[in-house]
Each structure stands twice: as structure tokens, then as C-alpha cells.
């Protein structure tokens, strides 16, 4: 079975700090992503990477970067919380093969006062 | 850039049919994806569709695509309460990285 494990189900973080969330996959996936998700407006993709060290913005960027040092490693960086960053974050991997279909982690939830 | 729609609520009674819409704008869409998610949970697939068939059936699940509309429904028979979750219409297209668009998500709660 495919394993997304994220580091932290719950994060309480203040504006202005560097925050650090980690996401492991066990599965040699190629593609690995990071998504915000909120109520009224779905998934929305922040990065996502399809091989080491290789990244692409998503939809909504700003604000954040990602780290790709291993395979199966993808970290997502909030470079100085702001409070409109709460939200729930996802991520994700996949083949780069039909059906590319994505494995999710539990997510982690968010909160920055 | 591409755009998917869903509503975002569906109450049903438990044995009765649901039926989960959704509307896309990328008629170059080549997969089409129902992710649900479950509380406290991720997303997991539960069906996809590629873009040149019309339906397909798994189970209790039928999903329906009528590409000219570029509408892809979701249709669970006999919905029990255990089906209760978001469900996430997706879809994908060719000459990128995978990069899939989610919808807003439709919120199923099955009535006992």
C-alpha cells in the first residue's frame, strides 16, 4: 500500500514565523504536491515537483517555497506565516504513468494567530 | 485556465440514489477523476474515466461524461451513510506534468 505520511496532523503557528511542513512518500513516486484546501474553494495546487531538486509553481505560490532534496521527500516552507496561510495543507504523489492517479496524506491543519 | 465546478451540497436518504455533478472548461481534458475524502482524511480516488468513453461502471458507482457539455456525473446506488464524505471531481490533461485541477468539492450527507 502506498504511504503519504505528513509530519504534523495539527500546527499552531504566529505571523512572521518560518514554518516547515514535511511530507514522506514510500512509494518511489516521481511527482510529489503540495495543495491548500478550504471550504467553497476545493484543492488548490502550491507546488508541485516530478523529479529531485526539479520544482513548478502552481496556482497559488506566493508566500511559499518547496524544498526537494530526496525523492521521496517534499517539503513545503512558509517563509513568514501570515494569518490568510490557516488553512488545511495536502500533499500528494504519483507515477508519471496512466492512470497518474494521486495518493494523499491526512493533511495538516493550519492555524497562524 | 482551467475551471471545475461542483455544488457544494447533496443531502440524500440512505438507500436512495445520489448523483454528483460536476462542469469543466478544459475540453482537452484526457482523465477524468472522483476523488472522496472522508473526515480527517485525505482524498482517495475512487473512479476515473478516460476522455473518450461515455461511462463506465464499477459496483455501485456509475459515472457518466458527456464531453460535447463537458459534464461528468457521479451516480452512487443504494447511498449508505458510510458514503457521507466530500467528493472531489478532477480532471487532467495532456503535454503537462500531471498537473491535476480539482473541483470545489460536493459535500454528500446520507440521511438515515
Known amino acids: 500500500d502506498v504511504k503519504v505520511t505528513q509530519s504534523s496532523r495539527y500546527l499552531v503557528k504566529r505571523t512572521g514565523e518560518k514554518v516547515f511542513l514535511e511530507c514522506v512518500q514510500d512509494?518511489?513516486?516521481?511527482?510529489m504536491f503540495w495543495y491548500r484546501q478550504d471550504p467553497g474553494l476545493g484543492l488548490r495546487l502550491i507546488y508541485f515537483?516530478?523529479?529531485?531538486?526539479?520544482?513548478e509553481k502552481g496556482d497559488i505560490p506566493e508566500g511559499y517555497s518547496v524544498s526537494r532534496e530526496k525523492k521521496e521527500r517534499f517539503s513545503l516552507i512558509l517563509e513568514s506565516a501570515s494569518t490568510n496561510q490557516t488553512s488545511m495543507y495536502l500533499c500528494?504523489?504519483?507515477?508519471?504513468?496512466?492512470?497518474?492517479?494521486?495518493?494523499f496524506g491526512p493533511g495538516t491543519r493550519l492555524t497562524v494567530t | 485556465g482551467e475551471d471545475v465546478e461542483q455544488s457544494l451540497f447533496l443531502s440524500v436518504r440512505e438507500g436512495d440514489s445520489s448523483v454528483i455533478n460536476c462542469t469543466y472548461t478544459?475540453?482537452?481534458?484526457?482523465?477524468l477523476y472522483w476523488y472522496k475524502q472522508e473526515p480527517g482524511a485525505g482524498l482517495q480516488l475512487l473512479t476515473y474515466?478516460?476522455?473518450?468513453?461515455d461511462m463506465k461502471q464499477d459496483q455501485r458507482l456509475t459515472v457518466l461524461l458527456n464531453k460535447k457539455d463537458k459534464h461528468l456525473s457521479l451516480r452512487i446506488a443504494d447511498t449508505q451513510t458510510g458514503d457521507s464524505a466530500i467528493y472531489f471531481c478532477?480532471?487532467?490533461?495532456?503535454?503537462?506534468?500531471?498537473?491535476?485541477?480539482f473541483g470545489t468539492g460536493t459535500k454528500l450527507q446520507v440521511i438515515p
Open positions: 500528494a504523489s504519483s507515477l508519471s504513468r496512466v492512470p497518474y492517479e494521486q495518493y
Open positions: 512509494m518511489d513516486h516521481e511527482n
Open positions: 515537483s516530478y523529479d529531485v531538486k526539479m520544482k
Open positions: 478544459d475540453s482537452s481534458s484526457t482523465y
Open positions: 474515466i478516460f476522455s473518450n468513453m
Open positions: 478532477a480532471e487532467i490533461h495532456s503535454g503537462g506534468y500531471q498537473k491535476v485541477t
